[in-house]
């Protein structure tokens, strides 16, 4: 048995990470400060004797007194409405104090730690699909910076703490994931136009819907951030995690449409700023030293993210 440290446990990757581990028999710390997260993802596991949740904001140093085996760092918002504006700074914070904090607390452990870093590095990418070794083009001063930089900064304290300190480290790069205990409100494409459409509300599509995105069920994702963890210790990565299925934001409103047979049509509204126009990661790397790619179909992801919003949404009537 490890005993395990998810941080942003609580939120929606985090704890679909959580369950998994403790169903593998690991004792799980979960640590969130909830600005995201929320307590409903693991109710179930609270009262479980292997898992322990921990409020708390990792921009703190965290004190931990157990001896951790490994660290999977989850914790910043991860939508564009939830890191922009005002929670643009605590966005930053969170990306590379909060980094700073967690490699210390594995350093002292001398526990594997791993960062889930996102396909945002690339930015607003020229090359496609996006591969590991291209370095992005990333808007330094636009809205989603705070993010895109941040997470850039921590890749480079990873890299730094491992090559100082010969931690082992462990980078991915999570690209568009969707699954269930995504809030409903969270911002996103799917939790949106599941959301509008069960609610007979329109969709509303930012631009004219011809940019894409590449969608991974929570599942798969899952299971990749698993066998990283617990891959060579000498691959660090980064590595791309993600569904190669490329599809454009028109053609996830009709799939979706489809499936749920509302009343709800799409309604245009004005496009974000910096909002990417492709993305489709190429994930060769992770097949290859993971033996792992993605093993839902979107429409079998989409069917049981729409069964859990039926009985997520009867929370907020
Ligand atoms: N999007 C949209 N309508 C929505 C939410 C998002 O058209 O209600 C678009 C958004 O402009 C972007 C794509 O869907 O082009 C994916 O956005 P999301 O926020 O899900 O993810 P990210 O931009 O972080 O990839």
């Known amino acids: 048995m490890k005993t395990i440290i998810v941080t942003g446990g609580s939120g929606f990757i985090g704890s679909n990470l959580c369950k998994r581990l403790i169903n593998d028999g690991n004792k799980v710390i979960c640590v969130d400060n909830n600005y995201t997260g929320r307590m409903c993802n693991i109710e179930g596991l609270l009262s479980h004797p292997n898992f322990k949740f921990v409020l708390h904001d990792i921009t703190e140093p965290l004190d931990i007194t157990e001896k951790i085996d490994q660290i999977y760092n989850l914790a910043c918002p991860a939508s564009p409405p939830a890191y922009q504006g ?47 070794d291209y370095w992005g083009f990333v808007n330094p001063t636009g809205i989603r910076s705070c993010y895109d930089e941040g997470k850039r900064c921590a890749e480079s304290l990873f890299f730094s ?20 205990n995504m809030r409903h409100d969270d911002g996103r494409v799917v939790s949106n136009f599941i959301c509008q459409s069960l609610q007979n509300q329109d969709l509303t599509i930012y631009g004219d819907g011809k940019q894409t995105r590449s969608l991974c069920f929570v599942d798969d994702t899952v299971e ?11 691959f660090t990565g980064p590595v791309n995690i993600g569904n190669p299925e490329e599809h454009s934001i028109s053609e996830i409103a009709e799939i979706i449409t489809k499936k749920i047979n509302n009343s709800s049509k799409v309604c245009y509204m004005e496009r974000p700023a910096d909002d990417p126009t492709r993305r489709q990661p190429d994930i060769s ?26 009985i997520d949404l009867q929370r907020y009537k």
């Open 86 to 132: 005002e929670h643009a700074i605590d966005t930053t914070k969170t990306c590379i104090i909060g980094a700073i904090n967690i490699l210390e607390l594995a350093r002292k452990n001398q526990a594997t730690i791993l960062q889930t870093s996102t396909s945002e590095v690339y930015g607003e990418p020229e090359v496609h699909p996006q591969r590991e």
């Open 161 to 180: 703490y491992h090559r100082i300190y010969n931690m082992p480290v462990k980078v991915v790069r999570i690209f568009n994931t969707y699954g269930p």
């Open 224 to 234: 990749a951030l698993v066998r990283m963890m617990n891959s060579d210790k000498d």
């Open 285 to 310: 790397l992770a097949k290859q030293k993971l033996n792992w790619q993605p093993l839902t179909s979107l429409d079998d992801g989409l069917s049981k993210t729409i069964a859990y919003y039926k």
